[in-house]
T-cell receptor
């Protein structure tokens, strides 16, 4: 079964708006990562947050982690049309040599 | 360099034919290597992962197998393809110290 589950499955917003995507997971983790995938391409790593961290920023990205609720959120501020892509969370369980389990993803569409 | 080479980019194969997809990795020794499959509009399903030469862990029962004949080479195979083997196959690598995954560009397999 999938460890991470994102919601919403699809999100459509206007340029300049903020986009928030959520990820829930089931078991204890070492870290949680967010990836982006343009259509038909490989995934690109965006940001990693460790289990002892609560919030992390990278440019227009803000990630939060709540280990008590086993959930994370990815916020993209001031979105651009170029942010249109699918976004996935992935969990590293920490005890299996860095094996990453991915969720089903959120498809983000940013309209100009 | 964190380059991962995957080929071919697209492949159309008849049902019952064999399959061999190759992935080679540059820039690091003793990487953890992964094969994921992605159905259209879905998340990534972990198929196999390897922590070293000749060491393969299978995540789901299926018609596919994997081998790691060299440290930086990971091969996905099938003796007889099924229609359900169609999908987007992605190779990825991590290291024990850094679980950020780098992905190849993927192979889109269509079984007809």
């Amino acid at each position: 079964s999938q460890q991470g589950e994102e919601d919403p499955q699809a999100l459509s917003i206007q340029e300049g708006e903020n986009a928030t995507m959520n990820c829930s997971y089931k078991t204890s983790i070492n870290n949680l990562q967010w990836y982006r995938q343009n259509s038909g391409r490989g995934l690109v790593h965006l940001i990693l947050i460790r289990s002892n961290e609560r919030e992390k920023h990278s440019g227009r990205l803000r990630v939060t982690l709540d280990t008590s609720k086993k959930s994370s959120s990815l916020l993209i501020t001031a979105s651009r049309a170029a942010d249109t892509a699918s976004y996935f969370c992935a969990t590293d369980l920490g005890n299996q040599g860095g094996k990453l389990i991915f969720g089903q993803g959120t498809e983000l569409s940013v309209k100009p | 360099s964190q380059t991962i080479h995957q080929w071919p980019a697209t492949l159309v194969q008849p049902v019952g034919s064999p399959l061999s997809l190759e992935c080679t990795v540059e820039g690091t020794s003793n990487p953890n290597l992964y094969w994921y499959r992605q159905a259209a509009g879905r998340g990534l399903q972990l198929l196999f992962y390897s922590v070293g030469i000749g060491q393969i862990s299978s995540e789901v029962p299926q018609n596919l197998s994997a081998s790691r004949p060299q440290d930086r080479q990971f091969i996905l195979s099938s003796k007889k393809l099924l229609l359900s083997d169609s999908g987007f196959y992605l190779c990825a690598r991590t290291t024990v110290l850094n679980t950020e995954a780098f992905f190849g560009q993927g192979t889109r397999l269509t079984v007809v």
